[in-house]
């Protein structure tokens, strides 16, 4: 198959043994054992280009099992173990429900009280991530701490407001 991934400009030729299609988080996703990387990689179908049906066989992997593969899989790999910051968030108890129980964030929860949770994730992936998972729930929750995240979040604003007034 010929796939693109994300910020590429060009897609990749790859041998795929196909294992299972799943429709999740309003996606489809096509999970199998990929050549190049010699492992089992998730594919999102939106981002494959062209496809070539082959006369050959493969048998699926023995200890292969989607309900332990994915999710999982799609979550950022936290790269610099130990190398953590603390996210902290207030916020009316109904948002911070779904927040909390949030497919990516539910899994860096550390704390949790009435109008307050904690989270535990790398600064990088949290400037990368949380601030398009949070940008939604508007006036419901707001960053207590870490101050350069809550920067990150108006510069996110900013830019959507420069981008809206063109």
Known sequence: MSYRKSG???????????????????????????????????????RIESLILTDETFEQLEDFSIDSYFPGNLLPIMENEGATTT???????????????HWFLGHYLKERTFNHAEFQLEED???KYIPQILLP???????????????????????LIEFHQK
């Open 8 to 46: 590429d400009d060009e897609s990749n030729d790859r041998q795929v043994d196909p294992y299972r299609i799943i429709y999740w988080k309003n996606k489809w996703y096509l999970v199998g054992f990929c050549h190049l990387r010699d492992g089992v990689r998730t594919f999102r179908v939106d």
């Open 87 to 101: 996210l902290v968030i207030n916020g009316d108890a109904r948002t911070l429900d779904e927040i909390c129980h």
């Open 125 to 127: 992936m949290m400037h």
């Open 137 to 159: 729930y508007g006036r419901g929750v707001q960053v207590v701490e870490p101050l350069s995240l809550k920067e990150e979040i108006i510069k996110n604003l900013s830019d």
